[in-house]
């Protein structure tokens, strides 16, 4: 089975803080993904990774930043949280599709909390 | 652009009840592929089923049936006898040919009570 980690499944931080989330797969996936959760709005592309030291934006990149430095990790870098970061966050990993999209699969999600 | 529409917030229907649970989407590609998730309590989005834009075929695997309309833009999921272990949050999504990300709809939130 695809097993997608994430560091932890709560985290409790203060605003100005620099905050890492993890993320690490064990199927040698070249695609990685970082999502956002929130009511009502579904899931939310913050940046994804097709490769070793690749990123790409998503649709709601501001505040911010990823680091991709070996195949079966990916990171999501807060540089300064803010109170409007506290979300469920959510990792996936995939193979590319040569044509379309495969199947993501995903981790058991990061709840954030910041104060 | 892309998007996905699920209206229904959520639903509560009663355990043994047929449910279907809507989708529309947009998308200016004639190549896309459709899926369907579910997310239950414990948080992990689970992948049900993957539809490419050229197959209308209607499926079904066991008591989940899925019926693409290219006509009306909708891939509906339907949960015929619901349990509750079906309660979750099912998401719907889309991806354009090329595009390696998914758009995904706002959830709607199953509840089967028994």
């Known amino acids: 089975d695809v097993k997608v980690t994430q560091s932890s499944r709560y985290l409790v931080k203060r605003t100005g803080e620099k905050v890492f989330l993890e993320c690490v797969q064990d199927?040698?996936?070249?695609?990685m993904f970082w999502y956002r959760q929130d009511p009502g709005l579904g899931l939310r592309l913050i940046y994804f990774?097709?490769?070793?030291?690749?990123?790409e934006k998503g649709d709601i990149p501001e505040g911010y930043s990823v680091s991709r430095e070996k195949k079966e990790r990916f990171s999501l870098i807060l540089e300064s949280a803010s109170t409007n970061q506290t979300s469920m966050y959510l990792c996936?990993?995939?193979?590319?599709?040569?044509?379309?999209?495969?199947?993501?699969?995903f981790g058991p999600g990061t709840r954030l909390t910041v104060l | 652009a892309q998007k996905v529409t699920q209206a229904q917030t959520e639903i509560s229907v009663v355990e043994k009840e047929d449910v279907t649970l809507d989708c529309v989407y947009e998308?200016?590609?004639?190549?896309?592929?459709l899926f369907w998730y579910k997310q239950p309590p414990s948080g992990e989005l689970v992948f049900l089923i993957r539809?490419?834009?050229?197959?209308?075929q209607n499926e079904i695997s066991g008591r989940y049936s899925w019926n693409f309309q290219k006509s009306t833009s909708s891939f509906n999921f339907t949960i015929t006898a619901s349990q509750v272990v079906d309660s979750a949050v099912y998401f719907c999504?889309?991806?354009?040919?090329?595009?390696?990300?998914?758009?995904f709809g706002q959830g709607t939130r199953l509840t089967i009570n028994p």
């Open positions: 996936a990993s995939s193979f590319p599709g040569l044509l379309g999209f495969n199947e993501q699969f």
């Open positions: 199927m040698d996936h070249e695609n």
């Open positions: 990774s097709y490769d070793v030291k690749m990123k």
């Open positions: 998308t200016r590609d004639t190549t896309y592929y």
């Open positions: 539809r490419n834009s050229f197959d209308e």
């Open positions: 999504a889309l991806s354009e040919a090329g595009v390696q990300k998914l758009v």
